[in-house]
């Protein structure tokens, strides 16, 4: 059974950092894309970044600059560095792994971790 599991969110201040690690474990196939999502109150889920098997790297333009999405040479954990946050960062953080099963991709998703940004 495939597990996709957040961790590493918290309460910072402005201006502060934190580091968010998903590890995919229990699945036979391999990953695809990584990416990470975020959902605030009151609003709909929104992608944040992504990294490809190959290293290819894309980011939302409100977090471009500020967030560093990485992915560990075992492609079994990514990570999501976030510098300068700001209060409208606050929201519950999602991981995605689309993982290759054949010509077909299967996605998986984590129950996600909150990260709140106070002013």
């Known amino acids: 059974q495939v597990q996709v599991v957040e961790s590493g969110g918290g309460l910072v201040q402005t201006g502060g950092s934190l580091r968010l690690s998903c590890v995919v474990s229990?699945?036979?196939?391999?990953?695809?894309?990584m990416g990470w999502y975020r959902q605030a109150p009151g609003k709909q889920r929104e992608w944040v970044a992504h990294i490809t098997s190959g290293g290819s790297t894309d980011y939302a333009d409100s977090v471009k600059g500020r967030f560093t999405i990485s992915l560990n040479n075992a492609q079994d954990t990514v990570y999501l560095q976030m510098n300068s946050l700001k209060p409208e960062d606050t929201a519950v953080y999602y991981c995605?792994?689309?993982?290759?099963?054949?010509?077909?991709?299967?996605?998986?998703w984590g129950q996600g971790t909150q990260v709140t940004v106070s002013s």
């Open positions: 229990g699945s036979i196939f391999s990953v695809n894309v």
């Open positions: 995605k792994a689309d993982m290759k099963a054949g010509t077909n991709i299967i996605a998986y």
